[in-house]
């Protein structure tokens, strides 16, 4: 019997040891974040232990709620280790702040939320403070923070 192959990965292997599915790591190679991998005799994507800290650090992006487009700048970067990291604060920085924005409309959001629900006198559909409001976009102190 044959010894496994440990210098390299199935898409499967790959998968689980980066808790991410097959189908996004075909997705991440189709759109150029991952390259594309070497094959074996039988045509099967083959992968090295680059690929799974290349993997997990777009996972790890990801979760940060880094876009696309951040992620192949962010790997762009990470690919020349003597560059300054200005460049990557400057990144870090403005993604800090969309997040930051979406936490104060999160936030304006659910005010609106429990204020509606504090408003409902529980009675009929017909009455219901959230169906007037949700009805009618001038009654909702959210309106226009979009």
Do not use: W
């Not at 499967?12 to 074996?40: D, F, S, W």
């Amino acid at each position: 019997m044959r010894s496994q192959d440990t210098s390299s990965l199935s898409i499967g292997a790959l998968a689980k040891r980066t808790h991410c599915k097959v189908q996004t790591i075909r997705y991440y190679e189709q759109i150029g974040l991952m390259p594309p991998p070497e094959r074996n005799a039988g045509n099967q994507r083959r992968y090295t232990e680059a690929a799974v800290r290349r993997l997990t650090f777009i996972r790890h992006a990801r979760d940060f709620g880094f876009t696309v487009e951040s992620i192949r700048e962010l790997l762009d970067m990470s690919d020349r280790p003597d560059m300054p990291c200005d460049h990557v604060d400057s990144l870090a920085q403005r993604h800090l702040q969309e997040v930051e924005t979406k936490l104060a409309r999160l936030s304006s959001l659910r005010e609106e939320l429990h204020r509606m629900i504090l408003q409902c006198q529980g009675d009929r559909v017909g009455e219901c403070r959230i169906i007037e409001v949700l009805s009618d976009h001038q009654l909702c102190r959210y309106h226009g923070q979009e």
